[in-house]
């Protein structure tokens, strides 16, 4: 199965995605968390990322449709995996259909976390308090209000790219962090009794 979660930033994609991987087995891949990867390591990609990442604007859509296509071709997503941070455009959901077509996939699902703004903004903050000042460098007021910009702007509209496919649902992402994954879970197994 081939999920991929939705959601403004902060509003929990990352940790759900993760529990995904444990309890269902299918890898979480995260663009966000590949470019970070690529930043730390002082790749070419890395220098060309790092500058757009921390303005929270977003890097070329060949860049990330580059590694999402070779990393969804290791084994460990044979049978299928979650996406987190991705697609971000049209371009990129496009891409994405076009590429697990090619390889007999598709996306099975496409789970939307909604989370107002005020909760975004509580919860970025409360993350940058955590870190002590070390944490993601795109962690800051003024880029997360770009980051978030960004969202309504370019993401967003892939709601009803994907609501028209018949692949979007909505889950209340201000629940508990239990309650989301209560959720998704009931989610994901009707979706698999549907075959
Ligand atoms: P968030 O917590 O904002 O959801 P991510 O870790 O998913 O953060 O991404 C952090 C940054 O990495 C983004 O603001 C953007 O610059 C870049 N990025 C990640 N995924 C993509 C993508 N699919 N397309 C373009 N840029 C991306």
Redesign the pocket.
Known sequence: MNIVMFG????G??TQAKILEVKRGLPQL????M??AAIAAGTELGKK?RE??DA??????D??IGIIAERYDLPDCDKGAVF??????IP?ARALDSMLKMRSRKIDLVIELKVNDAVLIDRVKQRIKESGGVG?A?DTPETLQN?LT??YQNTAPLLEYYKRQGKLVTVDGMAPIEAVTTAIAAIIDQAERKG
């Open positions: 403004p930033p902060g509003s994609k990352g995260s663009t966000g968390d470019l970070r990322c757009i990442m929270g604007e977003l890097v070329p859509d860049v990330v987190d941070g991705f697609p971000r455009t990129q993601r795109d980051r960004v969202y």
